[in-house]
């Protein structure tokens, strides 16, 4: 029962460092393992961007998408 443990965890290990992402840098480090604050410019910037041309596209579930995930963060409170 131990060996099939065992096999079972060195199964999981080796198959999530396959899927792990490499840092080959320290920026890249510390870029996987922080998370950024968007602010209500980011949203602004991209969103200006964004929507008009899923508009042009015609993807307008798309821009729609976009248009409600800015209002949503943009009404957040800051941390």
């Known amino acids: 029962m ?3 443990s065992l096999a ?3 199964l999981t290990m080796a198959f999530l460092f396959t899927i792990t992402p490499e840092a080959h840098s320290q920026d890249e480090l510390e870029n996987m393992l922080t998370r950024r604050q968007i602010s209500c ?3 602004s910037l991209n969103s200006s ?3 008009p041309w899923y508009h042009q596209e015609g993807l307008m579930d798309s821009a729609l998408l976009v248009l409600r995930t800015g209002v ?3 009404a957040a409170p800051s941390p």
Do not use: H, R, V
């Open 8 to 10: 079972g965890i060195a």
């Open 49 to 51: 961007e964004y929507i």
């Open 2 to 4: 131990k060996l099939t």
């Open 72 to 74: 949503k963060n943009a």
């Open 41 to 43: 410019q980011d949203i």
